[in-house]
Antibody, heavy 120, light 107 residues
Framework: QVQLQESGPGLVKPSETLALTCAVSGGSITGHYWSWIRQPPGRGLEWIGHISHSGSATYNPSLKSRVTISVHTSKNQFSLSLNSVTTADTAVYYC??????????????WGQGALVTVSA | DIQMTQSPSSLSASVGDRVTITCRASQSIGTYLNWYQHKPGKAPKLLIYVASNLQSGVPARFSGSVSGTDFTLTISSLQPEDFATYYCQQSYVSPWTFGLGTKVEVK
């Protein structure tokens, strides 16, 4: 059973960079895509982007100018960097595996989520 | 981006009730629609993928169907552990987008 665990600071100051890491266990990071999804308080889920084990990344255009997702295959980890944060970036951040089939895909394994608050 | 519209935004139901949640896509997405269950403080859980395929380990009281751009999640007999928020998500084209959710509450 694949398990994911987010880690990183729970508090970030406005204009600074939010950085989270996701550790993958119970399976190799090789294959599939590895995503970040967030949920602001009281709101719905927003896909941030994903990366393949080879390092090919795709981002949500709404965040593309501020986001970088990286993969660290030797550590079975991937990470999220979101710069120039504002209070609107306060959210629970989930790391998630995106299973990619022949022509379809779905998010099948999720981390527990990490609350990141942007505040001075 | 493809907009996913869920209805209702919330509903009240009792144990044993049949519950139906609808999700409509702003354009054709074929059957590339997934359903998730989310409980407070927990990770969302995949229930249904590609419109009607039950994820392994998910009880058979959950089912999904599609008619054109309208998708339906049905819980045939609501159980106490089913009170949660349910989200649809399209996987037809990036950026992957979710509906705003349907909260199933105790009546």
């Amino acid at each position: 059973q694949v398990q994911l665990q987010e880690s990183g600071p729970g508090l970030v100051k406005p204009s600074e960079t939010l950085a989270l890491t996701c550790a993958v266990s119970g399976g190799s990071i090789t294959g599939h895509y590895w995503s970040w999804i967030r949920q602001p308080p009281g709101r719905g889920l927003e896909w941030i982007g994903h990366i393949s084990h080879s390092g090919s990344a795709t981002y949500n255009p709404s965040l593309k100018s501020r986001v970088t997702i990286s993969v660290h295959t030797s550590k079975n980890q991937f990470s999220l960097s979101l710069n120039s944060v504002t209070t609107a970036d306060t959210a629970v951040y989930y790391c998630v595996r995106y299973y990619s089939g022949y022509s379809y895909g779905y998010f099948d394994f999720w981390g527990q989520g990490a609350l990141v608050t942007v505040s001075a | 981006d493809i907009q996913m519209t869920q209805s209702p935004s919330s509903l009240s139901a009792s144990v044993g009730d049949r519950v139906t949640i609808t999700c409509r896509a702003s354009q054709s997405i074929g059957t590339y629609l997934n359903w998730y269950q989310h409980k407070p403080g927990k990770a969302p859980k995949l229930l249904i993928y590609v419109a009607s395929n039950l994820q392994s380990g998910v009880p058979a009281r959950f089912s999904g169907s599609v008619s054109g751009t309208d998708f339906t999640l049905t819980i045939s007999s609501l159980q106490p552990e089913d009170f949660a928020t349910y989200y649809c998500q399209q996987s037809y084209v990036s950026p992957w987008t979710f509906g705003l959710g349907t909260k199933v509450e105790v009546k």
